[in-house]
């Protein structure tokens, strides 16, 4: 488990630092590097809501240990 929350927090950074590069330059790596609405964007995409939700589980494991 501890593998697949450390590649989920891998992701989310990939994602979180997409989203910043959208919100101050208005540029979209991930669009630029595999074309806008290709399959290849999407499944990124995908990967990285899929990794938001695996980090929620780490956020109520670090909340319930305190």
Known sequence: MKTLQII???????GALN???IAL???DLVAT?????????LIVY???????????GLLVD???RD
């Open 8 to 14: 989920a927090l891998f992701i989310t950074i990939i």
């Open 19 to 21: 989203w910043g590069l």
């Open 25 to 27: 330059f208005d540029f």
């Open 33 to 41: 590097l595999f074309g806008v609405k290709s399959l290849v964007t």
């Open 46 to 56: 995908g990967l990285v809501g899929i990794a938001g939700l695996v980090n929620i």
């Open 62 to 64: 670090l909340i319930d």
